[in-house]
T-cell receptor
Framework: KNQVEQSPQSLIILEGKNCTLQCNYTVSPFSNLRWYKQDTGRGPVSLTIMTFSENTKSNGRYTATLDADTKQSSLHITASQLSDSASYICVVSAEKAAGNKLTFGGGTRVLVKP | GAVVSQHPSWVICKSGTSVKIECRSLDFQATTMFWYRQFPKQSLMLMATSNEGSKATYEQGVEKDKFLINHASLTLSTLTVTSAHPEDSSFYIC???????????FGSGTRLTVV
């Protein structure tokens, strides 16, 4: 069964500090992995998308890594800002032959405090 | 970049009435659109997948007669919640994917409250 597990479920960090979110998946056959940011009451917004051959991708202060061998990904937030408070969702897509099905992680709720 | 517009952003309706939610791709043609619902502090749950010009494919446990989906054009899909009940209150989100692009763009969501 395809699954995406995220940890921690939630975390609180001080403004200016860094943090790392984890994502483990068992989706097969793997196509790509995406990280989304979802503000409360809003739809998810794409941060990064990585395919099998990509190990790291950055989007401003967000840096995602992917280890396709261990089926793990991380999202690192550098120099956190209050506006980073949101849920971060890891989404893994199966290959087209498998219907491009998306499997969602449960998300990590991040609260940045001043 | 790809933009998906979803309306309304929130709606309150009485039990027994129907509510229509629209999802539009503004700058690309969306061959496939997806509808999700999300309960508080939970992740998105796929309800159905719709391809332009054909019937939607519903996930197990989702009543197709209650959640009517229409995808009549490459830029518009609608979700109609029929005979709404308080337990249908939720956050509904659409996403769209262009044929040539494997990226998914989400709408901003609709908060439905049934009273």
């Amino acid at each position: 069964k395809n699954q995406v597990e995220q940890s921690p479920q939630s975390l609180i960090i001080l403004e200016g500090k860094n943090c790392t979110l984890q994502c483990n998946y068992t989706v097969s056959p793997f196509s790509n992995l995406r990280w989304y940011k979802q503000d409360t009451g809003r739809g998810p917004v794409s941060l990064t998308i990585m395919t099998f051959s990509e190990n790291t991708k950055s989007n401003g202060r967000y840096t995602a890594t992917l280890d396709a061998d261990t089926k793990q990904s991380s999202l690192h937030i550098t120099a956190s800002q209050l506006s980073d408070s949101a849920s971060y969702i890891c989404v893994v897509s199966a290959e087209k032959a498998a219907g491009n099905k998306l499997t969602f992680g449960g998300g990590t709720r991040v609260l940045v405090k001043p | 970049g790809a933009v998906v517009s979803q309306h309304p952003s929130w709606v309150i309706c009485k039990s027994g009435t129907s509510v229509k939610i629209e999802c539009r791709s503004l700058d690309f043609q969306a061959t496939t659109m997806f509808w999700y619902r999300q309960f508080p502090k939970q992740s998105l749950m796929l309800m159905a997948t719709s391809n332009e010009g054909s019937k939607a494919t519903y996930e197990q446990g989702v009543e197709k007669d209650k959640f009517l989906i229409n995808h009549a054009s490459l830029t518009l899909s609608t979700l109609t919640v029929t005979s709404a009940h308080p337990e249908d209150s939720s956050f509904y989100i659409c996403s769209a994917r262009a044929h040539h692009n494997y990226g998914y763009t989400f709408g901003s969501g609709t908060r439905l409250t049934v009273v």
